[in-house]
């Protein structure tokens, strides 16, 4: 999958594809059905899937103190599509050259000249360019003069409600992460590189691998049963912390991870974590040998869940869980 950032680097081998646009936040379930449906259409013409999308995404250039938390970085997003027949995904700069931009010219610069779209899909209540002004139909009788058809996001619903972001990310904020998997597809998944941290928790027994998050907002905060991938042996199962750490006066969010029965070196390792199930919230204690007996609380607590688990995988009666 080719990664091209912003317009300028749109070349003549660009010309020609099936386009869909969003910030596919997620990639969940629904996501994933506009780019089957999109990879429909690439075999019918023979031609390559791009996906245009935004880095910042709109709603965090318009309003940055109020966006709401994303479920994945750019580069999370980008190892998400990959697994789903993209070709290619054009990412612009979303900026006030973009924002003043009048609908008219982002079709034809971007869809037509740019990328010489031969089908489209987009929701049925998207709007784009300077003051909203573009929409579907403006769209639909874009593709009528220039030669490309515009086709409509099909809904994809679960439970009987439509499958979204914003549904994620409420599933998410109460911790049930069980529909959050449900939702995506797969389980919900951060990733980053390992950096060193104050090593504290070594002292007390707990040694941790230390994630930055680079977000201003996290959608998840509290202590996970997880399991951690890009590490020879894995998953390695664990229990993790999101959040401030109040305990130790944290100021920024922080993914830390310990990992049960593992011994190597992490640092700079670029690492996937999957969480799996929440265990409690997170919150101060007033001594370090507080945190340390809650810590072995938390600890025991993921490893009773991967036991459920795993003998729930096995088919096992729930009878015979201990």
């Known amino acids: 999958m080719e990664l091209i950032r912003g317009l300028h680097n749109l070349s003549a081998r660009h010309h ?11 990639v969940h379930l629904g996501h994933q059905a506009v780019l089957g449906q999109l990879a429909e259409k690439a075999d019918e013409y023979g031609v390559p899937t791009t996906v245009i999308t ?19 970085r750019l580069r999370e997003k980008m190892l998400a599509l990959r697994r789903f027949s993209v070709d290619r995904v054009l990412c612009l700069s979303f900026n006030r050259r973009l924002a003043t931009l009048p609908a008219e010219a982002f079709i034809e610069r971007i869809l037509v000249d740019g990328l010489g779209v031969r089908y489209l899909v987009v929701g049925d209540d998207f709007h784009f360019g300077a003051g909203r002004r573009g929409n ?3 769209l639909q009788a874009a593709g009528e003069k220039y030669g490309f058809q515009v086709a409509h996001m099909h809904t994809f619903t679960l439970g009987g409600e439509r499958v979204s972001s914003t549904r994620i990310r409420q599933a998410l904020a109460r911790g049930d992460m069980e529909q959050a998997e449900q939702l ?23 040694p941790t691998a230390n994630i930055r998050l680079h977000r201003k907002a996290s959608p998840i905060s509290g202590v996970f049963a997880v399991e951690l ?11 993790a912390n999101v ?15 310990h990992l049960f029965d593992f011994s190597g070196d992490l640092y700079g390792r670029h690492v996937y974590v999957d969480f799996l199930h929440k265990l409690r919230d997170e919150q101060r204690f007033d001594s370090f040998e507080a945190l340390k007996q809650q810590i072995l609380v938390d600890a025991q607590h993921a490893r009773e869940f991967f036991s459920w688990q795993d003998t729930k995988s096995a088919g096992k009666p729930m009878s015979d869980i201990p």
């Open 229 to 239: 991938f890009g590490v020879d042996g894995e998953p390695w199962r664990g229990v």
């Open 136 to 138: 579907f139909a403006m």
């Open 54 to 72: 935004f880095e910042p995404q709109p709603q965090e250039y318009f309003a940055p103190d109020n966006a709401v938390p994303r479920l994945t």
């Open 184 to 206: 995506l597809g797969r389980p919900y998944r951060m990733c980053g590189r390992v950096a060193h941290g104050d090593k504290r928790g070594r002292t007390i027994g707990f």
């Open 243 to 257: 959040g401030v750490r109040p305990t130790v006066q944290g100021l920024r969010p922080l993914l830390e991870v």
């Open 16 to 26: 020609g594809c099936v386009a869909t646009i969003g910030n596919f936040d997620g």
